[in-house]
C-alpha cells in the first residue's frame, strides 16, 4: 500500500486491515452514514474463514484519522471467473469516504490492485451511482421500509392480502423463539434453497457469522403447535435497523402460511426492542421474491452496481435468470436434499 496524491496539500494514506485496527474500522462504520452492516470488519473474518478467499481490507487515512473504507474480496473460480467485489456475500460493500480525496485514493488503489491480480474485473456494489463513466448492472433492487413502534399499526399498514396470509399463520398456532445456535435456521434454510435449485452455502459460514456478529447475528426459528419446525430466518441488526438475510421454510410452511408468519413474527419483535427500519434486503427484479416484498407494501429502491473492466469485456451475468444456468438448476432440484449438502457448499463458496 502507499500514498495517493490527491490535491496540493491532503495525501490521503492508504492501508490494510489488521487485527489492531478492527475497533478503529467499525467506529468509523458506525459513524459514517454511508456505511451499512457489510461495511464491518467482521465480514473479513467470515469470508476468510468460512470460504478461504483472500480478501484486501482497505482504508484511508488522513492525519491519523480514518476517513474512508473499502472492504474487497478476491473470488477465483474455474466455473464462475475471476473477480475482485466489494463485497461478495452481501448486498452493499462499495467505496463509504466521508471525504472526496479519500474516496478517490481508495478507487484508485482499487483499479490498481484489480490490474496487478490480473481479475476479470471489478465490482462496486453501491445503493447510490458513483462513477458514471464505468458500465453498470441495474438487475438488483432492495426493500427498505420505516417500521413504527406499534406492532398494530405496522400490521395495519401491511396490504390486505399479505395482512390475510399473516393472520393464517397466527391462526395455525404458528410461534417464534430465538435460538442461541444457527442449526434449526440453517435446516429450515437449505431446504428452501434447495427447492429453488440453488446451491446451499456450508453450515460453516452460517456458524461463523454467529461467532464474529453475536447478538448482532439473531437466528429466529417457527414452530407449529407440535413443535415441528416450520422455518427460520438468520437477521443482522445494524443501528436502528433489522435485516432479515437468510431465511427458508420447511416443506410444511406453505400449509400454514409459515414464511409469511415468520417476517411478521421477526417485524413485531423488532419493533418491540425499538428498530425503526426493516430492511428486507436484496432482491432481482422479475422474481419471486420481488413479488412477495412488494405485496407487504415495500418499494423497491434500485442498487447501483458499478464495474471496472480489466480482462472481461462486458459486465458479468452470474445468477439463476440466466437461461444458460436453467438446465443446472432443473437438474440440482432433483438432487436428495442430503446429496445437496455436501455438493452445494463447494459450488457456493464461489457464488457470493
Known amino acids: 500500500m502507499g500514498t495517493v496524491s490527491v490535491g496540493a496539500t491532503i495525501n490521503p494514506t492508504i492501508k490494510a486491515l489488521d487485527k489492531s485496527n478492527r475497533e478503529r474500522w467499525d467506529q468509523f462504520v458506525l459513524g459514517c452514514q454511508q456505511a451499512t452492516f457489510f461495511h464491518r470488519a467482521g465480514w473479513q473474518q467470515v469470508i476468510e474463514r468460512s470460504f478461504g478467499h483472500n480478501t484486501h481490507y482497505l482504508y ?8 474512508g473504507v473499502l472492504p474487497l474480496v478476491h473470488v477465483k473460480s474455474r466455473l464462475f471467473g475471476n473477480s475482485l467485489s466489494s463485497t461478495p456475500f452481501c448486498v452493499c460493500g462499495g467505496i463509504v469516504a466521508i471525504t472526496e480525496p479519500a474516496r478517490m485514493a481508495l478507487e484508485s ?5 484489480a490490474e496487478k491480480l490480473g481479475v476479470d474485473y471489478l465490482e462496486m456494489r453501491n445503493s447510490e451511482a458513483v462513477n458514471t463513466e464505468w458500465p453498470t448492472k441495474d438487475l438488483y433492487v432492495s426493500f ?3 417500521i413504527d413502534a406499534d406492532p398494530d399499526v405496522n400490521l395495519n ?15 395455525a398456532g404458528l410461534k417464534g423463539e430465538i435460538d442461541s445456535d444457527i442449526t434449526r435456521v440453517y435446516e429450515a434454510y437449505s431446504e428452501s434453497v434447495h427447492n429453488l435449485g ?3 452455502f456450508p453450515k460453516k459460514y452460517f456458524e461463523t457469522l454467529k461467532q464474529v456478529f453475536a447478538d448482532d447475528c439473531e437466528p429466529l426459528v417457527i414452530t407449529d403447535k407440535n413443535n415441528r419446525l416450520i422455518g427460520g430466518v438468520l437477521s443482522f441488526y445494524f443501528r436502528n435497523e433489522v435485516l432479515p438475510y437468510y431465511g427458508g421454510g420447511t416443506s410444511e410452511a406453505r400449509a400454514v402460511k409459515g414464511n409469511d408468519f415468520m417476517y411478521w413474527e421477526l417485524m413485531k ?10 430492511d428486507y ?5 422479475g422474481t419471486g421474491s420481488y413479488s412477495f416484498k412488494k405485496n407487504w407494501g415495500f418499494e423497491p429502491e434500485p442498487l447501483c452496481y458499478e464495474y471496472f473492466l480489466v480482462k472481461a469485456d462486458k459486465v458479468p451475468d452470474i445468477n439463476p435468470l440466466n437461461p444458460k444456468y436453467r438446465l443446472f438448476i432443473n437438474m440440482w432440484k432433483r438432487l436428495p436434499l442430503s ?14
Do not use: D, H, Y
Request: proline share 5%; aromatic share 2%; charged share 35%.
Open 269 to 278: 419483535r423488532a419493533c418491540e426492542r425499538g428498530i425503526q427500519i426493516f
Open 339 to 352: 446429496v445437496s449438502k455436501v455438493l452445494g457448499p463447494v459450488i457456493a463458496r464461489n457464488l457470493g
Open 109 to 113: 488503489e482499487a483499479c490498481e490492485l
Open 157 to 171: 399498514n401491511v396490504p390486505r392480502k399479505q395482512r390475510a396470509m399473516i393472520r393464517k399463520g397466527i391462526k
Open 198 to 200: 440453488t446451491p446451499v
Open 281 to 285: 434486503g436484496r432482491s432481482k427484479k
Open 60 to 67: 484511508a487515512e488522513i492525519e491519523g484519522e480514518i476517513q
Open 144 to 146: 427498505r421500509k420505516t
